[in-house]
């Protein structure tokens, strides 16, 4: 089991109290590619970044590789996500003065555990599996969209965590380059055996993943 | 590593907007040199006009006044105990003008820690004689070289040097005053009589100018055996002693004790001279709160570029956060980019600090009071540096800590949500 969330519930505060989440409760197993489908509003990437242990506002306990994490400090938090967690936004938020393959590296540079050598070689070839070894030196402000999304995706990579999560990862992006995008998750799914998480509003994309969880009003019914 | 990483990221950031970093290091650039500049040339104005007076003033001048006596004898008379006694026409005391026991005085003076060193002088009144014309002066023996140590004496001599009158024997440094009255040049011999008469002929071998003209129109000096001599006094004979003190606070409580224990008069230097150092406070008062105004507006510069800068970068902000980062890295990146513009800023302040002081330094500025000052003076005192970048630093550091701390506390769901 990759993630586990139990019992979690969330409140909006402001204005007014809103209840927003109500009793999830939410397995992953290892190298399972799930999405979260629902309506604007239902709640689906509030849990997300309950999940993701960027929002820490929330009652319940929630479990990252049998480790409870609920509780945990701030700094402790930020060590988790960047090893075990990665990232795919609607928006690609690549550091636009840097490159790249400087981009892909910042993780794994704070995480710290290789040398600048191994860490540049584990970059390119994670750029290589996404087919875009060939912009590594370009700014990242220099690329076309569905680039940008690769690079975000091969920096979510960079230190091989047990579980990518997307919100919208393709909900910016033509159909051409959400397929692509599609295929590439699929593919480090089966051949990595890669757990993924992802929350879109796309119907055909959910559908070819192995599970969808659907949220309606802060539930989810199936 | 980690702080390679940070710092690599806050240089990126600044190098990206160089423009408003520059103008940010500009500002610092400015109070700095501008602090350094004022407080430099402001001490070295303050230190002139200080030693105008410090110099020349003793800090305790030790003399003997005549004045009359305290008590009249009809004071010591039983049968007039009770009643008010009225004298008429007091006449001073008649006492010698010499210091007694002079000599033994000044070892002991000498012998105490607070003191520099305790200088004898005579001063006696004499004639100039020039033909059938006949000037008032004063001539004070000395002792040339401590003079020249303890107070400066050498700064006055604008002809001649110190050296010339302790090996001439009956060598005399003549007032500019007098010499340009009496068109005497050095290397000419003068001519003096003493009030008790006899004329004695001096060389002379320098001249000196005070600053004051109505002291260098009769003042003139000599060597204290020299004026002994010319005095027929016994070489015992002084009648003032100069203390200078290694602290000036000293001063007014040791001239207490002197005139206490020798029965004799002991003005200190605060005393004679109290209304000098109300100015110099006011005027290093002054320069700091120029300096520190200048610094900072540098400051709300600083704090500024941060703020705008963390607006702009909300969004690296929020990634760094989402892949790991903490808040105190995200707080490091952008302190960091505040010191480090407080550093090139102040660094480059100093040298223009520098620069402004040398400039003004080499700007001609001649005055009667100081003969031996050609520019204006400038004090390169390396504290001044030290402070200036001190400052920098603090003064960046608050200027970029509450911008860095907004940084530290984004929330990054919010910036990743409300896209």
């Known amino acids: 089991m990759v993630l586990e969330a139990k019992k979690i519930n969330k409140h909006f505060r402001k204005p007014v109290d809103f209840h927003v989440l109500k009793d999830i409760d939410l397995n992953i197993k290892n190298g399972e590619f799930v999405s979260i489908m629902g309506k604007s509003g239902c709640g689906k990437s509030t849990l997300l970044y309950i999940l993701s242990t960027m929002d820490t506002d929330y009652e319940g306990e929630l479990f990252i590789k049998g480790q409870k994490i609920s509780g945990k400090t701030r700094d402790e938090l930020s060590y988790i996500r960047n090893k075990h967690i990665g990232f795919v936004f609607q928006f690609h938020y690549l550091l636009s003065e840097f490159t790249v393959l400087e981009n892909v590296m910042l993780p794994a540079k704070k995480l710290g555990e290789k040398s600048l050598k191994e860490i540049e070689a584990d970059a390119m070839e994670k750029l290589r599996i996404l087919d875009i070894e060939g912009i590594a030196y370009n700014k990242a402000s220099n690329i076309s969209g569905g680039q940008k999304q690769r690079v975000a995706i091969a920096r979510a990579l960079i230190n091989n965590p047990s579980i990518i999560m997307g919100d919208e990862p393709t909900g910016n992006l033509d159909s051409h380059n959400a397929q692509n995008v599609f295929s590439i998750f699929k593919k480090l799914s089966v051949e990595q055996g890669l757990s993924l998480l992802i929350v879109t509003h796309d119907l055909d994309f959910a559908k070819k993943t192995d599970r969808i969880v659907e949220m309606l009003d802060g539930r989810i019914i199936s | ?419």
Do not use: C
């Open chain 2, 1 to 419: 590593m980690n702080t390679n990483l940070l710092l690599g990221i806050a240089k990126a950031h600044l190098l990206t907007k160089i423009k408003q970093t520059l103008i940010a290091a500009l500002g610092v650039t400015f109070g700095i040199g501008s602090y350094i500049t004022l407080v430099s040339f402001m001490t070295g104005l303050n230190e002139m006009l200080d030693s105008l007076i410090l110099n020349q003033t003793p800090h305790i001048h030790v003399y003997n006044e005549i004045e009359p006596s305290e008590s009249q004898p009809i004071a010591n008379y039983s049968d007039f105990e009770n009643s008010m006694n009225v004298v008429k026409s007091i006449k001073p005391k008649f006492s010698q003008t010499k210091i007694h026991n002079a000599l033994p005085l000044i070892d002991k003076l000498n012998a105490d820690k607070r003191v520099r060193g305790a200088l004898p002088q005579l001063n006696i009144q004499l004639f100039y004689i020039s033909g059938s014309i006949e000037l008032v002066g004063n001539l004070k023996g000395i002792d040339i070289m401590k003079e020249v140590d303890l107070f400066n004496f050498g700064d006055y001599i604008i002809e001649g040097a110190a050296k010339d009158l302790e090996n001439t024997n009956s060598g005399i440094f003549l007032g500019s005053g007098v010499a340009e009255k009496m068109s005497l040049k050095v290397g000419d011999r003068i001519q003096v009589s003493t009030v008790k008469g006899g004329v004695f002929p001096l060389k002379i071998v320098g001249i000196f100018q005070s600053g004051v003209a109505d002291l260098d129109d009769i003042q003139s000096y000599a060597n204290l055996s020299t004026v002994q001599r010319i005095s027929g006094v016994p070489n015992n004979y002084i009648t003032d002693i100069n203390v200078k003190l290694y602290d000036i606070e000293n001063a007014p409580s040791m001239a207490k004790s002197i005139a206490y224990q020798n029965k004799l008069k002991a003005v200190d230097i605060a005393t004679a001279n109290a209304q000098f150092e109300t100015g110099t406070t006011i005027r290093n008062l002054i320069t700091y709160a120029v300096s520190v105004t200048l610094l900072i507006v540098a400051g709300f510069g600083i704090y500024n570029i941060l703020n705008m800068l963390i607006y702009e970068k909300m969004n690296d902000i929020a990634i760094l956060k989402a892949t790991g980062f903490s808040g105190k890295d995200v707080q490091f990146i952008f302190l960091s980019q505040a010191m480090i513009i407080g550093i090139i800023g102040g660094l480059l302040g100093l040298l223009v600090g520098f620069l402004l002081s040398s400039l003004i330094d080499g700007i001609p500025f001649e005055t009667e009071a100081l003969p031996t000052i050609k520019t204006y003076p400038v004090n390169f005192d390396v504290w001044y540096y030290i402070i200036g970048i001190s400052f920098a630093l603090v003064s960046t550091f608050f200027a970029g800590y509450l911008p860095s701390l907004k940084a530290r506390r984004i929330d990054p769901v919010e910036i990743i949500r409300g896209q």
